[in-house]
């Protein structure tokens, strides 16, 4: 009798269960909240595939924009490097005018193609340094190894040791930056 008793004790409650929920309802309470979850993991999912979407654009398009910068930067070195010697040639060239008229004189007496070489050198150290160049000219000053290449070393009565007695070859600089070392003799 206990089973029996048991088994209808559990057929009772199985039957108050089913009493509290309606019939028909369950359906609809325990599918609700999974379709409302999916819906709104869908909705996200969209959203956040939108987003991407945007973002590989944004991407591609500054990758884009950054490989043309690139060749319009490659293209404006090499233009610069094409023409940067433009400006030098043209303050050359009245150099080079001014050699090729001495050359032509035909009466021309040593003395006045002195003076047309001192002119033309002058013009020459101009152009020159109307473009950063600069001598280095040390002579008297003490030895630098930065800016003088000793070529000997003599002594020498009234020069202080290790200065630069004769100046063998000039040096030359350019905006600052030393482009020939000046080829110097200096005191023991």
């Known amino acids: 009798m206990n089973n029996d008793k048991q088994a209808a004790d559990g057929?009772?409650?199985?039957?108050a269960h089913e009493e509290m929920i309606p019939e028909g309802k369950v359906e609809t309470i325990v599918d609700a909240p999974a379709d409302t979850g999916l819906s709104e993991l869908e909705a996200?999912?969209?959203?956040a595939m939108a987003d991407l979407e945007k973002h590989k654009d944004a991407l591609l398009r500054q990758q884009a924009e950054v490989?043309?910068?690139?060749t319009r930067a490659?293209?404006?070195i090499?233009?610069?490097r094409k023409?940067?010697?433009?400006?030098?040639?043209?303050?050359?060239?009245?150099?080079?005018?001014?050699?090729?008229?001495?050359?032509?004189?035909e009466n021309a007496t040593a003395e006045t193609l002195r003076e047309g070489s001192e002119l033309t050198l002058k013009m020459f150290?101009?152009?020159l340094e109307k473009f950063g160049l600069e001598s280095v000219n040390p002579e008297g000053e003490v030895f630098n190894p930065d800016f003088h290449e000793a070529v000997g070393m003599v002594p020498m009565e009234g020069y202080e040791s290790g200065s630069v007695i004769e100046v063998i070859q000039k040096g030359y600089k350019l905006n600052d930056r030393l482009v020939r070392a000046a080829m110097v003799i200096v005191a023991q």
């Open 11 to 15: 057929n009772q409650s199985e039957n």
């Open 44 to 47: 996200a999912l969209a959203e």
């Open 67 to 70: 490989q043309n910068s690139r």
């Open 74 to 76: 490659a293209r404006e």
């Open 78 to 80: 090499d233009k610069a």
């Open 83 to 105: 023409f940067a010697l433009d400006g030098f040639m043209k303050e050359l060239l009245p150099v080079h005018d001014t050699f090729a008229r001495g050359l032509e004189a």
């Open 125 to 127: 150290s101009k152009a």
